[in-house]
């Protein structure tokens, strides 16, 4: 069952540009997350958003959450060469289990 | 250091050989759970554990066993592997259950990346 679905699936942009993905899901969350993946390693947890909360900064990142809409966006900015990786939100629902959607693939060009 | 471990890092084997994949973690952390990972298709759950001795299907259980004996070890087992099982493999691990109020992060294992021949 997939819950989270990012969009756009790919995206490519130019070093100190700004990088926005965006997730939508499907049922009432407890909390999203979203996770980054260099290739072929492990994810690496970037931001958790709760339900009742609307906006979190970390950094260059900045997560909003709409529960009204059921989507949230992560925004990056200045970004890097070494934000290229692929980029996943998770949910999180009373009762049941995180689920992932298929990720966006960023790709920061020098 | 904060870590989940697993073993082997890399897998090539053959058809119905069984296969143990290890998976150790360092936090004191209820929750385990196993992905695969495959093109397209992102991660899907294998099965997950709340505590100790208590483990449950995830969405794409066949083919697949898992034991939490121990709070630290989660290992998959491979009874029978087959080539569509070929895939990359994530153990990870979070201090409560995805569903908890306090729930926290996932941390993730560097993967295991499975041909099955």
């Known amino acids: ?110 | 250091e904060a870590q989940v471990t697993q073993n082997p890092r890399y897998l090539i084997t053959v058809t119905g050989k069984k296969l143990t994949v290890t998976c150790s973690q360092n936090m004191n952390h209820e929750y385990m759970s196993w992905y695969r990972q495959d093109p397209g298709l992102g991660l899907r759950q294998i099965y997950y554990s709340m505590n100790v001795e208590v483990t449950d299907k995830g969405d794409v259980p066949e083919g697949y066993k898992v034991s939490r004996k121990e709070k630290r070890n989660f290992p998959l087992i491979l009874e029978s592997p087959s080539p569509n099982q070929t895939s990359l493999y994530f153990c990870a691990s979070s201090l409560y259950p995805p569903g908890a109020t306090n729930t926290g992060e996932l941390f993730f294992g560097e993967g295991s990346r499975l041909t099955v021949l």
């Open chain 1, 1 to 110: 069952s997939q819950q989270g679905e990012e969009d756009p699936q790919a995206l490519s942009i130019q070093e100190g540009e700004n990088a926005t993905m965006n997730c939508s899901y499907k049922t009432s969350i407890n909390n999203l997350q979203w996770y980054r993946q260099n290739s072929g390693r492990g994810l690496v947890h970037l931001i958790l958003i709760r339900s009742n909360e609307r906006e979190k900064h970390s950094g260059r990142l900045r997560v909003t959450l709409d529960t009204s809409k059921k989507s949230s966006s992560l925004l990056i900015t200045a970004s890097r060469a070494a934000d290229t990786a692929s980029y996943f939100c998770a949910t999180a629902s009373y009762g049941q289990n995180f689920v992932f959607g298929p990720g966006t693939r960023l790709s920061v060009l020098p």
